[in-house]
Nanobody, 120 residues
Framework: QVQLVESGGGLVQAGGSLRLSCAASGSIRYMFDVSWYRQFPKKQRELVALIHSDDSTTYADSVKGRFTISRDNARNTVYLQMNTLKPEDAAIYYC??????????????WGQGTQVTVSS
């Protein structure tokens, strides 16, 4: 069984930094595309950043130049480095990954979310 666990959220002052981690565990053969989403209260989740299996990346306009997504395939972990945080970045951040397990079954998985709070 495959699980995704996010970590690294917390409280930070505006202008500060946080690094989120998304670690996959279980019978994993490969992680394909991995995305970070965020959700504001009473809003739908929005895409923040995406990293493909070839390491190409996509970012939401609102975070370009401030956030960096990266991956460590050996650890089945994807990171989101968030710099120059703004109060409007405060949200619950979720990781989503397309993963093939040891039977080559491919599915999309979500983590439980990690809260990011930015004080002004």
């Amino acid at each position: 069984q495959v699980q995704l666990v996010e970590s690294g959220g917390g409280l930070v002052q505006a202008g500060g930094s946080l690094r989120l981690s998304c670690a996959a565990s279980g019978s994993i053969r490969y992680m394909f595309d991995v995305s970070w989403y965020r959700q504001f209260p009473k809003k739908q989740r929005e895409l923040v950043a995406l990293i493909h299996s070839d390491d190409s990346t996509t970012y939401a306009d609102s975070v370009k130049g401030r956030f960096t997504i990266s991956r460590d395939n050996a650890r089945n972990t994807v990171y989101l480095q968030m710099n120059t945080l703004k109060p409007e970045d405060a949200a619950i951040y979720y990781c989503n990954a397309e993963i093939s397990d040891d039977t080559d079954y491919v599915a999309s998985y979500w983590g439980q979310g990690t809260q990011v709070t930015v004080s002004s």
